[in-house]
């Protein structure tokens, strides 16, 4: 037989864990005799107002077969049921279903048994000598809201030490004899303890002596005071890690304000502790750079007033320390031809961003001297990238800039030597060749008039005079040529140099002939320079090649180029250059030579080969005036290579490049 009810009208229960999902709630009487069962569905009905809904069980059976298809939010049980009379038909109850909440109803009233009932976990015990409307909708309305409260309790302290124990803070708890009474995961990590070995100890037992008699100290102060402490602690991890920990204690009082425990949080700072450490360091070296550079630094403000500058700049502006000049501008320092550019300068810097490196102004300082300097500025920045002023420093250059007059002095009235050289010996070359000419001339006309009348004595003298004279002649040519690198040199123009080489080859052709040298040549492909002077070069080179051999071997010469990027004089960034190379199978050159080599008028074997000594300073200089260089490799009796370098492009019509 089954009862169901429901109460009309009834606003529904709040619920619990079991609660239905909707309308009133489910309660299930388990009650053997049927006009019993009756009774009390009438005493519910009577209790207007009731948000319950009846349903019968007639034995301890029926009832755990409805609660196991759910729905059920009470359970209003009979302890004198036929198959499970007493006490022990509720612990069944809950031993099948823990969570479900009974109201246990007996038929008179049992103090012991009430007792009881309560202890295996019903909510309520009510005799049925007292089940009236309005007692029987109360108790059900207490057990209704009572289970309620119950469930919200166990969730509050479910999230509450779900938070405690999920914390990455050490969270504890002491009694008043300083006793752990509880600890969390993470205290119980952080000392290396279980959380079971923990509880119970004192702080003797855990910590360190000295650790644990200051926090001793500290909890009696509490205990006393009433007052929360904080302190920072450290000690050894287990891990044998250094801990720097944040200890907060307060007090835990009872309803009556009486101190009862006490409870902390510690926190792990070590991270923190160790940047802040860092970031002290940090400061403490960037003061000590700051303070020591001989360099005046300085920050400003949005308006240019110093915020901080070193000693230095304030040594330098006649102040004792750097404080005297803390919210000043260049303005109360300087003239105002000067603070006015440095204060557009820092407001250009502050509006664009961008800095100001290596700017070199004259200064005039507050004590008349004039100084010049190289000023960097930069954007100050806050964390978040805004630019809250400027910062700078100032490097006296003055050494310098005299320095560097003082070498355009000298390299002024060095190039002006040169000229002046230049044009002497241009025009004593040129005025000389006159002269030489008519001696080397009468003395011709000597030897062919007058040979019958000459003894052989003065034939001999006129012969060494004739031989003088042509030596003469051609130490004047080379001078000439020398001279005129720089005095006729022409504008730079894409050159060939293969066709120079069929030039020169066919100028030395009847040398090439006499000795039976082979003459090999490679792509030389082209170059800008100035034509006349390249053919130069490769006539004194080609030429040397073939005048320097080895007796009884013909020579061989090779002419290549190759082209490769390499850093020139006068240029920033690598360029393109062409490596003319002439090697030769000659006679080479003893090493302790190679220094001197293109020095001009240094000649090699004087008694053994004809020369003037200028051929090869001409290659250089030429080399030189091109921007390039020219070097040599030699062995003796292994032949010489000589490499002239020089850049493949030139700036166009240019004549001016300088030679040192």
């Known amino acids: 037989m089954e009862i169901a009810t429901t109460i009309q009208n009834a606003a529904p229960g709040n619920g619990t864990a079991n609660r239905s999902a909707s309308g009133p709630w489910k309660v299930l009487l388990v009650e053997a005799r049927p006009d019993e069962a009756a009774r009390i569905n009438q005493v519910l009905l009577d209790g207007a107002g009731s948000p319950f809904e009846l349903e019968w069980a007639d034995g301890m059976e029926g009832a755990l077969h409805r609660l196991a298809s759910g729905g059920v939010d009470l359970v209003l049980l009979d302890l004198d049921l036929p198959d499970s009379r007493g006490l022990p038909g509720l612990i069944r109850l809950h031993a099948c279903f823990p969570s479900q909440l009974v109201v246990v109803v007996v038929d008179h009233e049992n103090e012991a048994v009430e ?19 309005f007692w029987l909708a109360r108790a059900l309305r207490y057990s209704h809201d009572r289970a309620v409260a119950e469930e919200k309790l166990r969730a509050g302290l479910a999230f509450h030490r779900s938070i405690v124990e999920q914390l990455p803070h050490g969270i504890f708890r002491q009694d008043l004899q300083g006793r752990f009474t509880y600890a969390n995961p993470f205290m119980s990590d952080l000392l290396g303890l279980p959380q079971h070995e923990l509880v119970g100890r004192r702080s003797e037992e855990v910590f360190p002596k000295a650790v644990a008699e200051r926090a001793v100290n500290q909890d009696q102060e509490v205990l006393r005071t009433g007052r929360p402490h904080e302190r920072i602690e450290e000690l050894d991890a287990p891990d044998g890690r250094r801990l720097c920990l944040a200890v907060s204690k307060t007090p835990v ?65 006649g102040g004792p320390n ?63 990238g805004q630019i809250i002023g400027t910062f700078g420093l100032s490097r006296d250059i003055t050494p310098r800039k005299k320095a560097e007059e003082k070498l355009r002095a000298y390299a002024a009235s060095l190039a002006q030597s040169n000229r002046d050289l230049e044009e002497f010996a241009f025009v004593a070359s040129h005025d000389l060749q006159e002269p030489l000419g008519k001696v080397q001339a009468f003395a011709d006309l000597l030897l062919a008039d007058c040979s019958d009348s000459l003894s052989e004595k003065g034939k001999d003298y006129l012969r060494r005079l004739h031989k003088a004279t042509a030596r003469m002649q051609m130490l004047v040519r080379g001078l000439l040529t020398f001279s005129r690198v720089q005095t006729e040199a ?3 123009q894409p050159v060939d140099l293969s066709a120079l080489v069929t030039e020169v080859m066919a100028d030395l052709d009847t040398r090439i002939q006499q000795t039976g040298a082979r003459v090999e040549v490679g792509p030389l492909g082209t170059v800008d320079g100035d034509a006349h002077q390249l053919r130069q070069v490769l006539q004194n080179l080609l030429g040397n090649a073939l005048k320097f051999v080895r007796p009884g071997v013909a020579p061989i010469v090779k002419i290549n180029s190759q082209r490769v990027l390499e850093r020139v004089t006068g240029a920033n960034l690598p360029m393109e250059v062409c490596r003319l190379s002439v090697e030769d199978n000659g006679i080479g050159i003893e090493g302790k030579y190679l220094g001197r080599l293109f020095n001009i008028f240094q000649r090699l074997r004087p008694n053994e080969y004809d020369g003037t000594g200028i051929g090869l300073a001409t290659v250089r200089r030429i080399a030189q005036r091109h921007g390039g260089s020219v070097s040599v490799r030699s062995q003796p009796n292994e032949g010489s290579v000589f490499t002239v370098t020089l850049p493949v492009r030139q700036r166009r019509g240019d004549t001016s490049t300088t030679i040192p």
């Open 253 to 317: 009082r009872n309803q009556q304000g009486r101190i009862i425990a006490l409870q902390g949080l510690m926190m792990d700072e070590t991270e923190r502790h160790q940047a802040q450490a860092a970031l002290e360091q940090e400061r403490y070296f960037m003061h000590l750079l700051i303070s020591n550079l001989p360099d005046p630094v300085y920050f400003k403000d949005t308006a240019s007033r110093f915020i901080r500058v070193n000693q230095a700049l304030a040594e330098r502006l």
């Open 115 to 133: 007792l009881e009932a309560l202890r295996e976990g019903a909510l309520l015990c009510l005799p049925k000598t007292k089940l009236d409307p």
């Open 322 to 384: 750097p404080e005297f000049m803390l919210g000043k501008t260049d303005f109360d320092f300087f003239a105002r031809e000067h603070a006015e550019p440095a204060f557009h300068d820092e407001q250009t810097v502050m509006k664009t961003g961008q800095p100001i490196v290596g700017k070199e102004e004259k200064e005039v300082w507050p004590d008349g001297r004039e100084k010049w300097v190289s000023t960097t500025k930069m954007p100050l920045r806050d964390r978040n």
């Open 490 to 492: 022409q504008p730079f």
